[in-house]
Nanobody, 128 residues
Framework: VQLQASGGGLVQAGGSLRLSCAAS????????MGWFRQAPGKEREFVAA????????YYGDSVKGRFTISRDNAKNTVYLQMNSLKPEDTAVYFC??????????????????????WGQGTLVTVSS
């Protein structure tokens, strides 16, 4: 499956952005999806994940309550709505896909090595 992330940009602190990740090449509903981010000089960090049906969602501690992940299987797209953005949210955001596992443990979804396909990333910059 090929993934194309978009929607990044420059926003002031407190603002909002919505990222999109369009999938192609395979049946989108066969995949669990995740968002990760990487800031300069830092390790890649789990942001959010959603199961193939949308029935389960998971969030990183630093974004819980501010970000919302969703998906539209008819449009082959996963979204990340980001509200109340902070300068520390500045990073390149990557979407990722993994074969739907049926697993529900959060600890599985937060590990980047469980994802087989990655998009190219979209830059989010939050100014103070």
């Amino acid at each position: 499956v090929q993934l194309q992330a978009s929607g990044g940009g420059l926003v002031q602190a407190g603002g909002s952005l919505r990222l999109s990740c369009a999938a192609s090449g395979r049946t989108f509903s066969n995949y669990d999806m995740g968002w990760f981010r990487q800031a300069p000089g830092k390790e890649r960090e789990f942001v959010a994940a959603i199961s193939w049906s949308g029935g389960f969602t998971y969030y990183g501690d630093s974004v819980k309550g501010r970000f919302t992940i969703s998906r539209d299987n008819a449009k082959n797209t996963v979204y990340l709505q980001m509200n109340s953005l902070k300068p520390e949210d500045t990073a390149v955001y990557f979407c990722a896909a993994t074969f739907a596992s049926g697993r529900v443990e959060r600890r599985w979804y937060i590990q980047d090595f469980n994802y087989h396909y990655w998009g190219q990333g979209t830059l989010v910059t939050v100014s103070s």
